[in-house]
């Protein structure tokens, strides 16, 4: 029923910018925090930045001042927008969203993932 699906991904040289998108479709409740992480080849599974239901952002280190998180909450979309891209940023990005439905207990929700490649 909840699906999250990203889009947005591709190929970009370093210093370019890509702006990535999640949207959540289905019988939602509530959506509480909302994030996404990215996974490198070889790599464990890291945070990138996650955002409150209230507007609240927390980034990793290595992409403060390069990437930035937003999300329409009537469109029921989060974005990422990625600047000054580099090849360490190459990775598998997910959309991950807690999520409430009818009924129900709040329940963990993944997309299935975007490719994000850039090249030096």
């Known amino acids: 029923q909840v699906q999250l699906v990203e889009s947005g991904g591709g190929l970009v040289q370093a210093g370019g910018s890509l702006r990535l998108s999640c949207v959540v479709s289905?019988?939602?409740?509530?959506?509480?925090?909302m994030g996404w992480y990215r996974q490198a080849p070889g790599k464990q599974r890291e945070m990138v930045v996650v955002i409150t239901s209230g507007g609240r952002s927390t980034y990793v280190d290595s992409v403060k001042g390069r990437f930035t998180i937003s999300k329409d909450n009537a469109k029921k979309t989060m974005y990422l927008q990625m600047a000054s891209l580099k090849p360490e940023d190459t990775a598998v990005y997910y959309c991950?969203?807690?999520?409430?439905?009818?009924?129900?207990?709040?329940?963990?929700?993944w997309g299935q993932g975007t490719q994000v490649t850039v090249s030096s």
């Open positions: 289905g019988t939602i409740f509530s959506i509480g925090t």
């Open positions: 991950n969203a807690n999520i409430r439905t009818y009924g129900s207990d709040w329940y963990i929700y």
